[in-house]
T-cell receptor
Framework: EAEVAQSPRYKITEKSQAVAFWCDPISGHATLYWYRQILGQGPELLVQFQDESVVDDSQLPKDRFSAERLKGVDSTLKIQPAELGDSAMYLC??????????????FGSGTQLSVL | AQKITQTQPGMFVQEKEAVTLDCTYDTSDPSYGLFWYKQPSSGEMIFLIYQGSYDQQNATEGRYSLNFQKARKSANLVISASQLGDSAMYFCAMREKGYGQNFVFGPGTRLSVLP
């Protein structure tokens, strides 16, 4: 079965450093999501792409976070500079992107970020 | 705005017994979908079951069933014959119809199955 690929699986960095996460969605999936999940809480949307366009980045801290999906396929999420409060699991997900209510999300394995 | 509420931060159930995890939602859109995901300690999010707002019957998938009460805006997950491997976080989520519609998650319930 096709999977959403994410890397790295784990990332340890010091505060004020830059970090980047990569995601490759399931082939043919037009919608790509980046979620942040703090331990013990539900995922919170950071940014949502439809093909190469951003459709929702209202919760993305744009002073330090950026996301791109230049060719409408894979995506990169960057944090610069990282802060202690950024320590969390970063989940990438994709869906077919046809706007139907029954479209489920397929998740990658996530990147666990620790900022020291 | 969409909102999902899960009022049980943690639940315990004895192995082989059934357990119900609560979920209530808020939306003004008549067309929406409700989902349940399982997240084991390893971190991956596993899709369990889906219920559409216009579906006449409650969804079932193996040991999972969804008790959908549209008027009360609730979509509770029922796990029958609990197994030790069911110990995990469980998230209720909702999507409304249309391009660009967000997929919103609840805060989750941690289920612990006791031997």
């Amino acid at each position: 079965e096709a999977e959403v690929a994410q890397s790295p699986r784990y990332k340890i960095t010091e505060k004020s450093q830059a970090v980047a996460f990569w995601c490759d969605p399931i082939s043919g999936h037009a919608t790509l999501y980046w979620y942040r999940q703090i331990l013990g809480q539900g995922p919170e949307l950071l940014v949502q792409f439809q093909d190469e366009s951003v459709v929702d980045d209202s919760q993305l801290p744009k002073d330090r976070f950026s996301a791109e999906r230049l060719k409408g396929v894979d995506s990169t999420l960057k944090i610069q500079p990282a802060e202690l409060g950024d320590s969390a699991m970063y989940l990438c997900a994709s869906s077919i992107g046809q706007g139907q209510v029954n479209e489920k999300l397929f998740f990658g394995s996530g990147t666990q970020l620790s900022v020291l | 705005a969409q909102k999902i509420t899960q009022t049980q931060p943690g639940m315990f159930v004895q192995e082989k017994e059934a357990v119900t995890l609560d979920c209530t939602y808020d939306t003004s859109d008549p067309s929406y979908g409700l989902f349940w995901y399982k997240q084991p300690s390893s971190g991956e999010m596993i899709f369990l079951i889906y219920q559409g707002s216009y579906d006449q019957q409650n969804a079932t998938e193996g040991r999972y069933s969804l008790n959908f009460q549209k008027a009360r805006k609730s979509a509770n997950l029922v796990i029958s014959a609990s197994q030790l491997g069911d110990s995990a976080m469980y998230f209720c989520a909702m999507r409304e119809k249309g391009y660009g519609q967000n997929f919103v998650f609840g805060p989750g319930t941690r289920l612990s199955v006791l031997p």
